[in-house]
């Protein structure tokens, strides 16, 4: 695919809601509370079971980082938020799988790019995708029956 953007990152968020979340209430938090319209926060998103659905052409810039936008092809799991709100990685097997077939994708795509935690960017202060991306990456090892 050929990207008039120069995509310098590709990011790994969490939706920071539960894991029983509907993705038809996140894009609704978009448009009603963040005022985003019908443009998402990625273009990729993550389910528990491990689908992957697009939500956005990655020609299209995403609401996934405040002035990285641009530069930033964002991929988000489902969960990052424990019962009481605190963050916690709780992506399940599905999606891990799903995440890392989906990065080396991308990277494969966009071979330039670095593959970050959207709190690796500065100026973040939330604790967003809730685990270390390139130490995830470093040590994950993919199922590969």
Known sequence: ????????????????????????????????NRGWGDTPGYHYFIQRDGTVVQLLDEKKNSYGVYKHNSECISIAYLGGIDKEGKA?????????????????????????????GHRDFAGVKKACPCFDVKTWLKNYEPDLK
């Open 1 to 32: 695919m050929n990207n008039p953007r120069n995509i310098k990152y590709i990011v790994v968020h969490c939706t920071a809601t539960p894991t029983n979340t509907t993705l038809e209430s996140i894009k609704r938090f978009w448009k009603e």
């Open 88 to 116: 916690l990685d709780n992506r399940s097997d599905a999606q891990k799988h799903a995440m890392f077939d989906k990065i080396v994708e991308l990277t494969e795509r966009y071979p330039k790019a670095e593959v970050l």
